[in-house]
């Protein structure tokens, strides 16, 4: 057993060095299937930026699907990639004659008698009909709709004129947008409001597929042009399904028509050429090679011919390492970067950081707590190679450039700070202080890689490396240490007060962490709110304008200040701090989140419904956390262990 425990931080490390490595293997193409691992690596330009097919598929599929993966019919996991090339090939692959699936469905609402026996249509009790049952008779119908309405004579439209409308600008609907339709069910649809719309049921998964709704994809678009005039902060429910569903319904289209917005697919071979969509390329004519390929390999696919298509992803692979050797090398890395997850795994390696953490707490307390330091080196050096390689996809950018990026840095420099304390003070809080954030802001970097593609310019202002190495890095540093500062309070006060192990040396010790910890947050926030200002100056001609993310980084200043000033003066001591660091977790969210959800301002990203309940959720808890705090001292069960210490302690002086 005492070899177990020697040796105990090695094994940990070398388990979390085989998951890690279990993560990295690669997974090739099934024999005899079209080779899709080769054709995600293949790149394209879209929204500003050179990526591979992989990327564009998985970001697409998670913007509509909160998923990067589906599953098939059978329930078997599928890659973004396959759904994507199927939604690239429908148009080829359906054609206008094919049977759509979405025909069958009973989904047009026909009350009209007079309709239906134009349509020859049998009468139903519902009146619900499916598209393949009077598609012969659509033409006809048209016809004698429009000779109706010229023959008005300047009369007003009758209701059964205006339902016979609506149903006619159903029907031109469906044959317009159902040319685009796929049976994947990857939509994510969880109001029950909105399934209503779209004549859906609730089932498990929550998923359906496009045939499904297609019908009713008018009545979606409507709702969704209501709901553009309101204002995203002002959005019931209701109202953020519909905008979600929309932006996915838009994005399935211009995949399938390989021009989503800025979807360019064909490079540049030769000197003075820019990326093109495959259109633009059609229309020049100029008998480009890459598009020869691009067609090559859409037709082959949706002939089903893996062989073939096989043979045109290599033949254009082999184009573009020619042609663009540095672009298809961090095309492919970028593949394997997508694959292994790295921010993803580093939150389950958290998750295994902080169990050794609490449980030394209870056994084996220095064979744990190694453990988890050392397990937590092992973490913060995969998430450090992690921030390098998305520093050299974005061409060397520093390492906050959105959202996304302030998530992933806050918890590397947490974990960093996080580690530096236990090495000084070893009782295996600073680390699971370390691995709570960690986790929970690698949990909050999940959540914002669905709003799209991650490697991106930073929304805000100016597009400057130099501010973005300095304001922007500096402000997010103090973020983080305020943060880890207001979870070591969070320990200090649920351990004290709801266990016995917190001693007073201990005490103390946590104490020092925090007032450390605030000491530096200060600095940071503080050096940081000063170059936005002299950014904002250069960048707008003045050094202060009271714009919501100003006013939040000051606030941080102010109540960093605070807590040093309040210790300082002995206003307060071990407890208050501890409490008032806690309050530093809700000033945090409020400067790194909140601002953001007001929907004003130079540097407003937008209004998030999740990220809204998610600083909700944590100003709930931590006011929890305060109210368990404020109990008098008397009832902690750490100090009541304490005093029963020294009471059985006393008599023993005595009679020495």
Not at 461 to 476: K, P
Request: aromatic share 12%; charged share 20%.
């Amino acid at each position: 057993m005492s070899y177990v425990r020697r040796y105990l931080p090695w094994i940990v490390v070398g388990l979390a060095l085989v998951y890690v490595g279990f993560a990295m293997r690669s997974t090739g193409t099934p024999p005899k299937t079209p080779a899709y691992v080769e054709a995600g690596k293949l790149p394209v330009h879209y929204l500003g930026r050179v990526k591979p097919l992989d990327t564009l598929a998985r970001n697409s599929l998670l913007a509509i699907s909160n998923r990067q993966t589906y599953r098939d019919a059978d329930g078997k996991e599928r890659p973004a990639m396959v759904w994507l090339l199927d939604l690239m090939t429908c148009i080829v692959r359906g054609g206008e004659s094919t049977p759509k699936l979405s025909a069958k469905e009973r989904q047009f609402r026909i009350d009209d008698p007079e309709t239906r026996r134009l349509l020859e249509l049998e009468d139903r009790p519902d009146s619900m009909y499916a598209y393949e049952e009077f598609q012969p008779h659509v033409a006809a119908f048209m016809q004698s709709l429009r000779d109706r309405f010229e023959n008005l004579g300047g009369r007003q439209a009758s209701d059964e004129d205006r339902k016979l409308l609506e149903l006619a600008t159903q029907i031109d609907d469906y044959e317009k947008y159902a040319r685009y339709e796929t049976t994947h069910r990857v939509f994510r649809i969880d109001n029950l409001q909105l399934l209503a719309l779209l004549g859906l049921d609730r089932r498990d998964g929550l998923r359906y597929a496009y045939f499904e709704f297609v019908p009713h994809v008018a009545d979606l678009l409507r709702e969704a042009e209501r709901v553009e005039e309101i204002p995203p902060k002002n959005h019931t429910e209701y109202e953020a399904a519909v905008s979600k569903l929309a932006q996915a319904f838009q994005l399935h289209v211009g995949l399938a028509l390989i021009q989503a917005k800025t979807l360019q697919v064909v490079p540049p071979l030769r000197a003075r050429e820019q990326w093109r969509t495959l259109v633009e390329a059609i229309k020049t004519g100029d008998g480009s090679p890459a598009l020869q390929d691009w067609q090559q390999m859409l037709s082959t696919y949706a002939a089903d011919e893996p062989t073939r298509f096989n043979k045109a992803v290599a033949e254009y692979g082999r184009l573009v390492d020619e042609a663009l050797p540095t672009v298809s090398e961090k095309s492919r890395f970028e593949v394997f970067f997508n694959h292994l997850e790295p921010f993803n795994q580093c939150m389950y390696l958290y998750v295994a950081m902080f169990l050794l953490a609490c449980t030394s707490w209870i056994v084996w307390e220095r064979p744990l707590g190694r453990s988890a330091l050392w397990l937590g080196i092992f973490v913060l050096l995969f998430q450090t190679w992690a921030l390098f390689v998305r520093a050299y996809l974005q061409d060397w950018r520093p390492p906050v450039t959105n959202l996304y990026s302030s998530a992933v840095f806050v918890g590397w420099v947490c974990v960093v700070l996080g580690l530096i304390l236990e090495f000084f003070y070893p009782y295996a809080i600073a680390s699971a202080a370390a691995s709570i954030l960690g986790f929970a802001t690698a949990f909050l970097a999940h959540h914002l890689a669905a709003s799209g593609d991650t490697i991106e310019v930073m929304q805000a202002v100016l597009n400057t490396n130099f501010w973005l190495a300095t304001h922007v890095v500096a402000v997010t540093i103090g973020y983080a240490s305020t943060l880890l500062a207001g979870v070591l309070g969070l320990a200090f006060v649920v351990r004290g007060v709801l266990t016995s192990t917190l001693t007073a040396d201990m005490m103390r010790g946590l104490s020092t962490m925090i007032y450390g910890i605030v000491c530096f947050a200060t600095l940071f926030s503080f050096t940081g709110t000063v170059l936005g200002g002299i950014w904002a100056d250069q960048s707008w001609g003045r050094f202060w304008g009271w714009d919501p993310k100003e006013n939040g980084a000051l606030i941080i200043v102010v109540w960093n200040a605070l807590i040093l000033h309040a210790r300082w003066s002995g206003m307060v001591k071990q407890r208050g701090m501890a409490l008032l660091s806690v309050v530093g977790i809700d000033v945090t969210m409020w400067s790194w989140i909140g601002t953001n959800q007001l929907g004003v301002g130079l540097h407003a990203y937008g209004f998030n419904n999740t990220l809204a309940m998610i600083a909700v959720a944590t100003w709930i808890g931590s006011t929890a956390v305060i109210a368990l705090g404020l109990t008098p001292m008397k009832h902690w069960r750490s100090i009541q262990a304490q005093q029963l210490g020294k009471a059985i302690a006393t008599p023993r002086l005595r009679s020495a």
